[in-house]
């Protein structure tokens, strides 16, 4: 339980972090997106239904701060449209990616990250290009310019990169709460349940 | 899988559709909300990006000095823009007096805002400003600066989230739409950004133009005020190239506003506002000396 109210508080100080990562503009104006890089660490470190609990919060806070309600000019149509992006997509969003990456739980008990840096990456850009899919379907046509990619590619390569930090952090959290992320017969590296290694 | 984590699936799935329906009202509110608790973050933010870009350009001077100074600035361009809308005011009042026909011309009321925050999503080209709801901004107001002796537009309000917060869609957008023609012509044509325009100052596409357009390399594309959305005359670009299609041309427009070193931008109020800011009371005459000309004709 205790795990679960560090966890609860790791959110929000992600996107009081975020509010200072600037933009890269020399990665094709990506960013680390360090809110659903910290999701998607707590997401391989906790059960099925509080991922999908923290899905709900973190996907909420996030569309309460950044969901931009996008109106086609009216000088243009001469009314108002629908929202691109719904208000409660990003949850959607990371319900579905949380629900992968829940696939690597394994790998992370085992005490083995790569996979699950791996997928941190793969579910970022998973997670923004669903985004942008659906902006397209909006819009009309599908444009795919060649930046785009680096765009994803980058984005992506930074939460993969910010991963490990998130992914021991969580390890050394689970160890000072006693909470027990492992449960079968992996002692001999990272038991996070205050056993010695 | 397991009966609990299917009904925590369905749990998930209804607050999913229940939060998507969300009335816009309600949407507003919750952001406002937002708004009003990260709001600190977002000053810190800025301060901290405005420390840095000062650090690596200059010797820091002391944080009241340096305060003073960009108040001033921020003065300095609202009056230049209040100057050239009054030379425009006085050129059409000078040419409506020799047709010996009058259309009055409304003045803009401009309110000054400083950028807190840039691009903060990843698929929109945003910027959020520190004028909101109380300072007699609202959605689709015109967001302009001085280049020169002009006003170039940056972009629209999007969405007034808070009473001293905003969000500018900008002109580098796909979805900032804007009636626009060549400098000296009636050519007109739609100005928008480009899907995915990624790069640090992406040029904008003048779409749905006439085959016969003169849109030489270089020539300057103004807003047409077609529509009334965006005021007429605001600078918007020049011309790149032509591409002439099957049925219309379209032309490669670079902007005229850098909208990588925004500081500080103007919206324009509307012009039936009854909520003109302090800021923008008169002051020293100033919007006595807009509406002289209304006066005199």
């Given at each position: 339980?205790?795990f679960f109210?560090?966890l ?34 707590i997401a391989i470190a906790t059960p099925f239904p509080v991922m999908?609990l923290f ?43 949380g629900?992968?990456?829940q696939?690597?739980r ?64 969580l ?10 992320i ?16 | ?297």
């Open positions: 339980m205790r109210v560090a609860l508080l790791l959110i929000p100080v992600s996107f009081i972090l975020q509010e200072f990562i600037p933009v890269f503009d020399w990665a094709y104006g990506s960013r680390l997106l360090l809110v659903h890089t910290a999701f998607f660490a999908l899905a709900l919060f973190t996907g909420f806070v996030w569309d309460a701060r950044y969901h931009i309600p996008i109106h086609t000019s009216e000088e243009v149509y001469g009314g108002l449209v629908s929202q691109e992006l719904p208000f409660g997509f990003t949850i959607f969003l990371l319900g579905l990616t629900a992968l990456i696939g690597v394994p790998f992370f008990r085992r005490g083995r990250w790569e996979l699950p840096v791996f997928m941190i990456g793969l579910c970022t850009f998973l997670a923004l290009i669903l985004e942008y899919l659906v902006i397209n379907f909006h819009r009309g046509g599908l444009e795919t310019p060649g930046d785009l990619w680096w765009k994803l590619l980058m984005t992506s390569l930074f939460s993969a990169l910010v991963s490990p930090f998130l992914l021991l952090l390890s050394r959290l689970a160890d000072q709460t006693r909470y027990r492992q449960t079968e017969g992996l002692k001999r590296r990272h038991t996070y349940d205050g056993d010695a290694i | 899988m397991s009966r609990l984590n299917i009904v925590f699936l369905a749990v998930f799935v209804g607050l999913v559709v229940w939060i998507t329906l969300f009335q816009p009202s309600v949407v507003r509110q919750i952001q406002n909300g937002a708004m009003v608790a990260f709001r600190p973050f977002i000053e810190a933010s800025s301060a901290v990006r405005t420390g840095v870009e000062e650090a690596g350009s200059e010797p820091l001077s002391p944080a009241q000095l340096r305060a003073q100074v960009e108040e001033l600035e921020r003065d300095r361009n609202r009056l230049k823009l209040e100057v050239i809308q009054l030379d425009e005011v006085r050129r059409e009042n000078n040419a409506l007096r020799r047709a010996l026909q009058y259309q009055q011309r409304a003045p803009l009321a401009v309110v000054a805002t400083r950028v807190l925050s840039r691009k903060p999503r990843t698929w929109y080209n945003t910027l959020v400003i520190d004028k909101g709801l109380l300072d007699g901004v609202e959605v689709d107001s015109p967001v302009i600066v001085p280049s020169g002796e002009e006003a170039a537009l940056v972009g629209k309000v999007s969405e007034v989230v808070g009473d001293h917060s905003a969000i500018v869609l900008l002109l580098t957008d796909e979805m900032c739409q804007v009636s626009a023609k060549f400098e000296n012509s009636q050519d007109q044509g739609i100005l928008s950004g480009q899907r995915g325009a990624l790069r640090q100052t992406p040029d904008l596409q003048l779409r749905y133009l006439s085959k016969e357009a003169d849109a030489s390399a270089g020539r300057r594309v103004i807003s047409s005020g077609a529509g009334g959305l965006f005021p007429p005359d605001l600078l918007l670009g020049k011309v790149i190239s032509l591409e002439i299609g099957a049925i219309d041309a379209s032309a490669t427009v670079e902007p005229t506003v850098d909208f990588d070193d925004l500081k500080d931008v103007f919206v324009v109020l509307p012009a039936d506002s009854d909520r003109i800011p302090e800021a923008l009371a008169p002051e020293d005459g100033e919007m006595e000396a807009l509406e002289k000309p209304d006066e005199d004709s």
